[in-house]
Each structure stands twice: as structure tokens, then as C-alpha cells.
């Protein structure tokens, strides 16, 4: 049977720019509160971390910082996806030779391709690595979503862990946790579904919220962890509104303006991602105010 990269939460780290650049000494602090607040795993260069707009050598770098600044203090999962097979393969083989625990690797977007597709690249690259591997379905990015007979093929492969879901299609969600016969895991890619989702059996989260409230998010898992699900809910409800309007605008635009409205002077997304409108930034600084954040 394998063994879970990570149960409870694992924060999908902003990557800090500052004058066009990565800013490295900002990526550490970040680190460290996410270590302190309890996050399980720290997950590199994903969707949150803007990974689609940083340079090849700068996707290596950070990841290659990370792990180095983590110091195996907790897992690193490096986001390696592409919709190039080849270009996978070469992010994925960067990762392993810098030290990372485990992969995250999203469906191709943009030429997409069939489930048959999907299970040949996947298997492709699980092959060519010696780490286990998340999956990641967010069709509302890439146009292509998983089927639950396809996580079952892939889950035959020895590396292939489980996926990353934020579908929020729950038939498939519940579906493949059934049909799993616990040797593929789920984890929520949404944090608006982490209790649901862990009632039915997932593992955790793969967080936007946890950037700015890790221990939270943390306590929140470890709750359905426990099968404390009343507390689990009371923690969720309390911040639902917050994780809510982290999402009034594309990811990560909404969580960098609350970074900074926290005074976490995390600077800017990278274009074609900008500022907040003075509405919506409003309207995040009030969340933020009723948890009383800043």
C-alpha cells in the first residue's frame, strides 16, 4: 500500500516578486510562518505560486530555494505540470535532483487531450521519475477534467499518489474515494470544500487561505483528521466568508492584496495578473477586518 505524501494542510506558497524579480529573502519568511503555523507541506510552484508566468530558470530556482530553505522541516511538493509532456519531464527531473518529496503535476491545458491521453502522459513521466506524484483536476484553468475510471488506471502506477481535486464535482470526488481501495488519496484543492471533502474520506488540502491563515487551516484538517467534524465545521464556517472573497478575482491577485493588507509586503502578481479593483479591494479588506486580520 502507499503511503500519503502529507495528511492535513499543505499551503500553495504566492511566490513574492519585487521589481519583476523573485524575491528570495521575502520566500523565506513566508516559509518559516508557514512552518510555524503548522502546515503539513509546503507546495511550490503551483497555480497560486503564478508558476505559469515565471521563467523556466526561475521555476528551477524556487524550488530549488525551497527546498533548501525548508530543510526538512516539512515536505516540499514542487508543481512540475504542463501541457508539453517533454517540458514536464524536464521540471519534474529539476525537482527531483533538487531534493523535493513529491510532485504536483496538472492535467495539459490549452491542447488538452483525450483520457486516453491522459493516462499515457501520466504514466510517461511517473515512469521517469522516483517520486510520488499528485495528480491535479482543475478544469476551470485547463478545459479538461479527469474521469473517475482514469484515476483508477493511473492509480496502478506504483508513483502516482493520489490527486490534487478542485473540480468541486463531488459525484467524481466521491466516486474515486470509493473506488480508491486506499492506495490512491484525495486532497481538496478548494478551501471551501475541505470538510465536505474530508468527510468523504480525503486527506487534507492543498491551500490558497493557508497563505495568510495557516494555523487555521491546520486546526480545520486536523479536526476532520479526528472525525471532529462539528468542530471542523464551526472552524470553517468562521473563515468561509474570507476564503470566499480570496476568490472575488483571479487567483492569486486576491491573496497577494490580503498578504499585503496584512503587512506582509508580499509585492506584486505578475502580468497578465495586476491589482484589485478599489471595489473588490474593499470588499477583501472588510473580510479581513471581521476576522480581525488587519
Not at 98 to 110: E, I, K, N, R
Not at 122 to 147: E, H, K, Q
Not at 177 to 191: E, L, M, P, Q
Request: aromatic letters at 8%; hydrophobic letters at 40%; a neutral charge.
Amino acid at each position: 500500500m502507499k503511503t500519503p505524501v502529507f495528511k492535513g494542510s499543505s499551503t500553495a506558497i504566492i511566490t513574492p516578486f519585487r521589481d519583476g524579480k523573485v524575491d528570495y529573502k521575502k520566500l523565506g519568511e513566508l516559509i518559516d510562518f508557514q512552518i510555524a503555523g503548522g502546515t503539513a507541506a509546503i507546495t511550490i510552484n503551483g497555480t497560486t505560486g503564478e508558476c505559469s508566468t515565471q521563467t523556466i530558470e526561475e521555476s528551477v530556482h524556487t524550488i530549488d530555494f525551497t527546498v533548501k530553505h525548508v530543510n526538512s522541516r516539512v515536505k516540499v511538493i514542487a508543481g512540475t505540470g504542463s501541457n508539453d509532456t517533454q517540458s514536464a519531464l524536464y521540471m519534474a527531473q529539476a525537482a527531483e535532483k533538487s531534493g523535493v518529496d513529491a510532485l504536483m503535476m496538472v492535467t495539459p491545458y490549452y491542447n488538452k487531450t483525450s483520457q486516453r491521453g491522459l493516462v499515457k502522459h501520466f504514466n510517461f513521466l511517473a515512469d521517469r521519475v522516483n517520486l510520488p506524484i499528485i495528480l491535479y483536476n482543475v478544469p476551470s484553468r485547463t478545459g479538461l477534467s479527469f474521469t473517475a475510471a482514469t484515476y483508477k488506471e493511473l492509480s496502478k502506477h506504483p508513483n502516482i499518489n493520489g490527486v490534487k481535486e478542485a473540480s468541486g464535482n463531488f459525484k467524481l470526488i466521491g466516486s474515486t474515494i470509493a473506488a480508491a481501495d486506499g492506495d490512491f488519496y484525495v486532497w481538496s484543492g478548494n478551501d471551501e470544500d475541505i470538510v465536505p471533502m474530508m468527510s468523504f474520506g480525503a486527506l487534507g488540502v492543498i491551500s490558497v487561505a493557508g497563505n495568510i491563515i495557516p494555523s487555521q487551516i491546520a486546526a480545520i484538517t486536523k479536526a476532520c483528521l479526528d472525525s471532529d467534524f462539528r468542530k471542523a465545521a464551526e472552524l470553517h464556517l468562521k473563515y468561509f466568508d474570507l476564503i470566499d472573497k480570496l476568490f472575488i478575482d483571479v487567483n492569486p491577485m486576491p491573496v497577494k492584496a490580503a498578504m499585503n493588507l496584512m503587512g506582509m509586503d508580499v509585492g506584486e502578481a505578475r502580468m497578465p495578473l495586476c491589482d484589485l479593483s478599489p471595489a473588490d479591494l474593499e470588499t477583501l479588506k472588510t473580510a479581513l477586518k471581521r476576522v480581525e486580520l488587519c
